[in-house]
């Protein structure tokens, strides 16, 4: 199974970036598939969860400004950010999950200037 990221880079306060993740090995519509980030020194954060047959749900520091869904043809995890902070900044990784086996990508840096 492997993850990888894209769509990361730079962008202002108050823009938009959507991050892709392509799966190869699994298929996205029979597990549960996350978001998360991690900054310098800190705990990694799931800021972003759709489990199957449930709807999405979000970090409250997100809620209402990042959106993740999955796309069966393209067998990849995608998260919409808009409104985006400089407390956004991190490395954002996909992480997909299925009978108690986890799989996370690389990540993607996301740098978001003030």
């Known amino acids: 199974v492997q993850l990888a990221e894209s769509g990361g880079g730079v962008v202002q306060a108050g823009g938009s970036l959507g991050l892709s993740c392509a799966v190869s090995?699994?298929?996205?519509?029979?597990?549960?598939v996350f978001w998360g980030r991690q900054e310098p020194g800190k705990e990694r954060e799931v800021v972003a969860t759709?489990?199957?047959?449930?709807?999405?749900t979000y970090a409250d520091s997100v809620k209402g400004r990042f959106t993740i869904s999955r796309d069966s043809a393209k067998n990849t995890i995608n998260l919409q950010m808009n409104s985006l902070k400089p407390e956004d900044t991190a490395i954002y990784s996909c992480?997909?999950?299925?009978?108690?086996?986890?799989?996370w990508g690389q990540g993607t840096q996301v740098t978001v200037s003030s």
């Open positions: 992480n997909a999950r299925k009978l108690g086996a986890a799989y």
């Open positions: 759709l489990r199957r047959g449930s709807s999405a």
């Open positions: 090995g699994l298929s996205v519509s029979s597990v549960d």
